[in-house]
């Protein structure tokens, strides 16, 4: 038996987009990912938003989500480093971004990357394959799901 397709009409939908800084050479091309995807399945209205780094990703979430936005897409980059920092971040970052989510009803997808190496970051937000890209498509699949459509 095969799944019936995802609804990704997206010409009813308001997405916030926030994007984290930290690995700007790599969050930027999420960003064009998501960028093309809203346009590609006509999402009616979407604003980007921009934070330090992916810790700060979960709290204004919140905020978008409680001003009306139907989903939220959060972009960030982590890649390994020497400490155990990021991993901190990645951890933190997910949990928040899951439970604002949960709190408010509003689909927040974790277009967050945690990558060993550099190469693999550049090769999940690349043409091929674009992280960003698919979380938008994520956002309006969902959207449609919660609204029952
Ligand atoms: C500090 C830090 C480090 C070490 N690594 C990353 C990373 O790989 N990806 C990322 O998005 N942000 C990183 N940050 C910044 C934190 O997310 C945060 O912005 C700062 O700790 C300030 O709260």
């Not at 978008?64 to 933190?92: N, P």
């Not at 928040?96 to 970051?121: H, K, M, N, Y």
Request: charged share 25%; hydrophobic share 40%.
């Amino acid at each position: 038996m095969s799944f019936p397709p995802p609804n990704l009409d997206g010409s009813k939908i308001r997405i916030a987009i926030v994007v984290a800084r930290f690995n700007e050479h790599i969050t930027s091309r999420l960003l064009d990912g998501a960028l093309e995807a809203a346009k590609k399945h006509n999402v009616e209205a979407h604003d980007v938003f921009y934070v330090p780094g992916s810790f700060e990703l979960p709290v204004v979430a919140a905020k978008l989500a409680r001003r009306g936005y139907d989903a939220i897409v959060c972009l960030g980059c982590i890649i390994r480093h020497e400490t155990d920092h990021y991993l901190h971040i990645a951890t933190q970052a997910a949990a928040g971004i899951q439970r604002v989510s949960i709190d408010t009803w509003r689909p927040c997808i974790f277009g967050v990357l945690t990558c060993d190496t550099e190469e693999q970051a550049l090769e999940r937000s690349g043409e091929e394959r674009n992280e960003g890209r698919n979380a938008v498509v994520s956002a309006i699949e969902m959207v449609n799901v919660m609204r029952g459509q």
